[in-house]
């Protein structure tokens, strides 16, 4: 059978079926026959199928009979290619992209083993070919056999949007050589629309690159960062999508750390929603890129901005991209987790270079439990509060670069501040030489470690509980200074551990050394099982109903290692809705079930606005059997109640002073006025504790005074009651409720506080200062609040 016999065989065989799969055609006899025939009679199969400009079914024929490799002559490759271009007024006649891959690898190979004279008479027939095909990839093949034209082709980067103009421009002021530029345009072009890139674009990339700037690759993640959205749903078109992740991809090759900041702010504008109420993100697909390019570029700095990146966002799908990333980066080293971010918490060279000299007197980066800061020190050696005005002038440049590296030391250390905190909820133990060198004598984790309290277990003998001074000697709560014992294992000391006198002598030592710890430690709330609880044995009610912002609450959730399942209005099917946790270190899963409030408006993200808190039960992680809470582990215990206690208490309807003045759903009055002034939870004993000790310091100590749950204010128009659980406000003579929504500022910043992770705590000091000099209030919706009888 000759070979347009076969080839009218084909598409009678393609036009019987709808719209075949690539499995089925290739499984058909007719395609079958021409892949089995011999190569002569193959290729004149492919070049007449290639003379067939329009129709789906010759692209779809020829990306299968194309693939196998056939022998081409110069005068073949002219009839591949000619027939395309004689349709400049139909763009639309050129094949799908898996037509044109195939066509341009057969012209590929070809090509390089034809004659110089020959390959230089096709130059222009295919570099015309090049600059038409719709499929980067393919045009990239093709362009690279002749060679770069003269100048960038910019083309290669649509200009529709506002991403590519910005691309283009990046390129046109690029200091690289030219032909560095075209080869670097060509990689990014033909980075995958799908998927990942494969290892051969890898390999590009990386020759591609090494001549590159890391200025240049800077310059791209700016424009990126820079752009507007394409339209209210759109951010970027596709190719220039595609285009964006070959250029993070390339980041990651280059490995440089100075990029890693750039990654992950796309990251974060990738994740973003845009288009409102209806909208997604911007590019998911970027945003994931981002995250990996920060994984490959390693070391240190890395894990500070993977951990960064992982606090920022609260997307579930890149939430498990950048664990991933991390646990991958783990694997890789031979460690857990938790071992390479311990190992991984950057120094920034604080050891050597904490003091930077300056054209006058220096400049010192103070490293405390909290936070980091600079002092300047003049001349004679004396701490001053600020940098003197000259000084500032003349030395701006190595100022600017001391507070960059100031905000990165704080960044490291507010990742620490988690990381310790977490360490709360799993018993980890390290031998004491691990500890000392991962901890202890770290630059900054061992400005946290001194001041959290810690358990250190002898070989043969009992435990020593303290606060480490130096590497053998810890102080204890009364005061004492003990000897840490030789070979001990080493514990973070927690308080459902320890007896009720053992935690209020911590308390009572941390307030009066003035110690402030990173987080709640020796003032964490406590959550020991009840009798209730005992009696309903397999679930908790402690929490169940309360009134909460759902959209507010699953960020809490995903913040504290929570997977929530939300409950929407188009997903009938879930009838609650449920977030869970796993203690890994215990093998237990807890769960949190709330119920969504269905007849209210729902808002914005198609989510019900509000929910109702129900159950807490607790779970077998492997097995899924329900495990009685007598059962559960009182670390696991305390630790998820902890965290369902800051859900509901953080985002309860009776947390907003202003509910009530909306005039909306009076059904929930009772709720909120309960919430508001009811019986204190654990946070707020906690906080009444705190400020029994630190109230009566104060310059408006005469004026107040404690009841029950509320802290008294004694002002010159009225007296006022802060119930110490809200913050709420109640006047006399009649309980009138008093509505402020903030006092921010004052005096009550500038107290010692010995954690700075409640803002309840912050609000009821502000609220005393500014409610005790009540005279002075000039806000007048607060003055005429206070005038009203």
Not at 108 to 122: C, I, N, S, V, W
Not at 240 to 266: I, K, Y
Not at 733 to 744: E, F, H, S
Request: glycine share 6%; proline share 5%.
């Amino acid at each position: 059978m000759d070979a347009a016999s076969l080839v009218a065989d084909a598409f009678r065989a393609l036009r019987s079926r709808s719209v075949p799969l690539d499995a089925e055609v290739r499984a058909m006899p007719e395609i079958q026959a021409i892949q089995n025939a011999p190569d002569g009679l193959r290729r004149e199969c492919v070049l007449i199928v290639s003379e067939n400009v329009d129709g789906y079914d010759c692209s779809q024929l020829l990306s299968v009979v194309a693939r196998k490799r056939l022998p081409l002559s110069a005068e073949h490759i002219e009839r591949l290619l000619t027939p395309r271009l004689r349709e400049p007024e139909n763009p639309q006649a050129w094949w799908g992209s898996e037509a044109l891959r195939a066509v341009s690898r057969q012209i590929e190979h070809a090509y390089t083993a034809l004659p110089g004279a020959e390959q230089q008479r096709l130059k222009p027939l295919i570099g015309r070919a090049a600059d038409e095909l719709q499929d980067a990839a393919a045009a990239t093949r093709l362009r690279k056999l002749v060679g770069p034209d003269d100048g960038l082709r910019l083309d290669l980067i649509d200009a529709t949007d506002d991403v590519g103009p910005r691309l283009r421009s990046a390129f046109e002021s690029a200091a690289e050589p030219a032909e560095v530029l075209a080869t670097a345009l060509d990689v990014l072009a033909a980075f995958p629309g799908t998927g990942r890139p494969s290892k051969k674009w890898l390999t590009e990339a990386e020759r591609a690159t090494s001549q590159l700037s890391v200025s240049l690759i800077g310059a791209l993640l700016d424009a990126a960062l820079d752009a507007a959205d394409a339209s209210t749903y759109t951010y970027a078109n596709d190719g220039n999508e595609s285009f964006l992740c070959g250029v993070v991809a390339v980041a990651g090759v280059l490995q440089d750390p100075a990029l890693l900041s750039r990654l992950r702010r796309l990251a974060v504008k990738s994740v973003t929603v845009i288009g409102g109420q209806y909208g997604n993100p911007r590019t998911l697909r970027l945003a994931n890129s981002s995250a990996q390019a920060m994984a490959d570029i390693g070391g240190p700095p890395s894990i500070t901005e993977l951990l960064a990146l992982e606090r920022s966002v609260r997307h579930g799908t890149l939430l498990r991209q950048v664990r991933k990333a991390i646990d991958a980066l783990a694997a890789a080293q031979g460690l857990t987790r938790d071992q390479l971010l311990e190992r991984a918490v950057e120094t920034h060279d604080l050891d050597a270079n904490r003091l930077t000299k300056l054209s006058r007197g220096a400049v010192e980066i103070v490293v405390d439990g909290r936070t980091a800061s600079l002092v300047y020190v003049d001349e004679n050696r004396k701490p001053r509060k600020s940098v003197p005005p000259d000084i500032k002038r003349a030395d701006a440049e190595a100022l600017a670069a001391i507070r960059d590296r100031l905000k990165a030391i704080r960044k490291t250390i507010a990742g620490e501040r988690v990381r310790l905190d977490g360490l709360m909820s799993t018993d980890r133990r390290w031998p004491l030489e691990d500890w000392r060198s991962w901890y202890l004598d770290h630059p900054v984790t061992g400005r946290m470690t001194r001041t959290l309290v810690w358990v250190f277990s002898a070989p043969d003998g009992p435990d020593v509980v303290g606060i480490p001074l130096d590497a053998t000697t810890l102080v204890t709560s009364s005061s004492q200074q003990a000897e840490i014992p030789p070979g001990a294992e080493v514990r973070l000391w927690h308080p459902i551990h320890a007896s009720a006198d053992d935690v209020r002598a911590w308390r009572q030592y941390l307030l009066g050394q003035q110690v402030v710890q990173p987080f709640k430690q020796a003032f964490r709330e406590l959550y020991a099982l009840t009798p209730a609880e005992e009696e309903t044995r397999l679930y908790s009610n402690r929490f169940a109903g309360h009134v909460f912002g759902q959209v507010q609450a699953r960020a809490l959730m995903k913040g504290r290692g929570w997977a929530p399942v939300a409950v929407a209005w188009w997903d009938d099917g879930i009838e609650n809705g449920v977030a869970r946790r796993t203690f890994e270190a215990a093998g237990i899963r807890a769960e949190f079930h709330f119920d969504p409030v269905r007849d209210l408006q729902v808002g914005a993200t198609e989510l019900y606005t509000y929910c109702t808190s129900d159950q807490v039960r607790f779970a077998d992680a492997r097995t899924e059997d329900s495990i009685p809470l007598t059962d559960v582990p009182p670390l696991v215990l305390t630790e998820a109640l902890r965290d369902v206690d800051l859900f509901v208490g953080v985002t309860s309807i009776g947390a907003d002073p202003e509910w009530l003045d909306r005039g909306t759903e009076r059904r929930f009055e009772t709720y909120w006025h309960t919430f508001g002034f009811g019986e204190l939870s654990a946070a707020g004993e906690i906080r009444r504790e705190v400020l029994e000790q630190l109230v009566p310091r104060l310059a408006i100590a005469d004026r107040c005074a404690f009841e029950d749950r509320y802290l008294t204010v004694r002002g010159d128009l009225r007296t006022y009651r802060i119930h110490l659980g809200s913050g709420n406000i109640l006047m006399s003579p009649n309980d009138q409720y008093l509505c402020i929504v903030a006092a921010p500022g004052g005096q009550a910043q500038k107290l010692f506080l010995p954690f700075d992770d409640d803002p309840v705590l912050s609000l009821v000091l502000s609220k005393a200062f500014l409610l005790a000099n009540d005279t002075t209030i000039k806000d007048p919706t607060i003055t005429a609040q206070i005038n009203r009888r």
